[in-house]
């Protein structure tokens, strides 16, 4: 008799909990086309705009790029990325070093300005065909993401540059970008200055491939562990174990997350081989993460 009070009882809380769940909890912020994108200038904010703000702002065009997150071609509605750069931060945006865009997930990528004046990028804010603007991200156990407020693409269906750079330098659900220096931004991360050509090649080859979901010394991404303090991922995964994992990650955990390196990447055992070199001089160059780093 108690125990049936009791588990009647509980059923009750447990349709309020369900029914409170549907009604009271906000929809995901990405869905709402009035979120604040900032813009920042070495960490001041100098403009804070909606997509209805940036459509004003910029013209929509439908582009088509080789998508390389599902491997094959799609039409995108998006906006020109120089425009909008133009418009939020004045033309001396182009003298800057490197923009970082913040994700929602905890992604974020650091692209030195150079790619952005040698190829053309877009921000896509939904799909040419007016479907949902998600997508199933084949290199991320095909996950069904999110891909507003904003998604960084390129025009590169005639760049043989571009399309070996892989997905990394394309950020979904973007909704910081700032314009910085990388040296200042992430102090961190940078090996030894008397660290050898080998290491330093690791270090950019890091930057480009792994540091948009993954922190050295609290600097970096927040979508994946960080690799480098207090532990390193060299002091507790043997060394084969880990070029295997960064190559090939699924062979070592089933339904992983984690991307390989791109397959297109050209000398890609000589780039894992130097990313290795670079987590090996990091290992001894802990440096204790700032509070603020770590979000
Ligand atoms: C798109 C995001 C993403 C990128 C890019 C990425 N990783 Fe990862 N990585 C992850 C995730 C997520 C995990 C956790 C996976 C798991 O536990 O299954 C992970 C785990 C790891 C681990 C294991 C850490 C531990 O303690 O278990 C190592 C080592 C690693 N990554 C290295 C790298 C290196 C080196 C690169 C660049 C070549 C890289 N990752 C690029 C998302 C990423």
């Given amino acids: 008799m108690i125990n049936r009070n009791k588990s009647s009882l509980l059923n009750i809380i447990l349709i309020l909990i369900a029914i409170c769940g549907s009604i009271c909890l906000p929809a995901p912020a990405f869905s709402q086309s009035n979120i604040g994108i900032e813009f920042k ?3 001041r904010i100098v403009n804070t ?3 209805s703000d940036i459509a004003i702002v910029a013209p929509a065009v439908s582009l088509k790029i080789f998508e ?4 094959k071609e799609h039409i995108y509605k998006a906006y020109s990325a120089k425009a909008l750069f133009d418009k939020t931060f004045g033309k001396d945006w182009e003298k800057a070093g490197e923009i970082v865009f913040i994700s929602m997930d905890g992604y974020q990528a650091s692209i030195p300005v ?11 804010f939904a799909h040419d065909d007016g479907s949902p603007f998600t997508m199933t991200n084949v290199l991320q156990n095909n996950e069904v993401v999110q891909l507003g ?9 005639k760049s043989k540059i571009l399309l070996e750079d892989g997905a990394s330098d394309m950020p979904y659900q973007v909704k910081s970008i700032e314009l910085t220096e990388f040296a200042t931004r992430f102090p961190n991360l940078a090996p030894p200055a008397t660290a050898s050509a080998e290491v330093q090649r ?6 480009k491939y792994c540091m948009a979901c993954h922190m ?14 207090p532990t390193s991922v060299i002091e507790y995964i043997k060394p084969e174990y880990l070029t295997r994992w960064i190559e090939n990650p699924s062979s070592i955990r089933y339904n992983t997350l984690m991307p390989g390196l791109a397959q297109e990447i050209p000398n890609r055992a000589k780039v894992t081989k130097e990313i290795v070199a670079y987590l090996l001089a990091m290992s001894t160059t802990k440096r204790s993460p700032k509070r603020q780093d770590i979000r």
């Fill in 114 to 124: 150079t790619k952005f004046l040698s190829h053309d990028a877009y921000f896509a």
């Fill in 49 to 51: 705009l909606s997509l």
């Fill in 68 to 71: 390389i997150h599902e491997k």
């Fill in 149 to 157: 407020p904003l998604y960084l693409i390129w025009d590169n269906i």
């Fill in 41 to 43: 200038d070495k960490g």
């Fill in 216 to 229: 050295i010394n609290g600097e970096g991404g927040n979508k994946a562990p960080e690799l480098n303090y």
């Fill in 202 to 207: 690791g270090f950019l080859h890091f930057r």
